[in-house]
């Protein structure tokens, strides 16, 4: 338990970094006066894919160890 506890706060810290730095550049990128598109709504869009991805993972993780069981 405590290791699960260390690993989920370690990812959480991890986020808190990068996170906010990432999803600025993003939204200036997409946002600032040489945009190619137009698009404020680009971090949300990015981080709904990266939530998906995450819940991609986690099933797929999940059915092997159900199966190993």
Known sequence: ????QGAVAAGIS???IIG???????????TGDDAAV???G???IIG???????L????SIAR???ADT
């Open 1 to 4: 338990q405590g290791e699960l």
């Open 14 to 16: 991890i986020t808190a």
């Open 20 to 30: 906010p730095v990432m999803m600025s550049q993003i939204f200036e990128s997409y």
């Open 38 to 40: 137009r698009f404020p």
């Open 42 to 44: 680009a971090p949300f």
């Open 48 to 54: 709904a894919i990266l939530v998906l991805l995450s």
């Open 56 to 59: 991609i993972m986690f099933l």
């Open 64 to 66: 092997r160890i159900k």
